[in-house]
């Protein structure tokens, strides 16, 4: 069984940061790939970065290059996510999941909230 459990969500004014985690059960190292998403209100959930377990390779929409960036800690079995520069638009639930062969798993997501 793979939980993800998020935290690090906030209210936060536009300019500034915040940096979210997903910690795993169990080691990180399995998973294909872990990403972050993030759903507004009223709108579907999109993909917000993504990092390879294999090879740490990184993907990022294109809305948050350059202000957002996705790490991982093998030895804490945790993903991070690091907001910089936030923008209102960032608001919404973020939630973290990771892929396993055939399979992906969900976190319970953290709420974040930018004010302009």
């Known amino acids: 069984q793979v939980q993800l459990v998020e935290s690090g969500g906030g209210l936060v004014q536009a300019g500034g940061s915040l940096r979210l985690s997903c910690a795993a059960s169990g080691t990180i190292l399995r998973f294909n790939a872990m990403g972050w998403y993030r759903q507004a209100p009223g709108s579907q959930r999109e993909l917000v970065a993504t990092?390879?377990?294999?090879?740490?390779?990184?993907n990022y929409a294109d809305s948050v290059k350059g202000r957002f960036t996705i790490s991982r800690d093998n030895a804490k079995n945790t993903v991070y996510l690091q907001m910089n520069s936030l923008k209102p638009e960032d608001t919404g639930v973020y939630s973290c999941?990771?892929?396993?062969?055939?399979?992906?798993?969900w976190g319970q997501g953290t709420q974040v909230t930018v004010s302009s």
């Open positions: 990092i390879t377990s294999g090879g740490g390779n990184t």
């Open positions: 999941n990771a892929t396993l062969a055939l399979y992906t798993y």
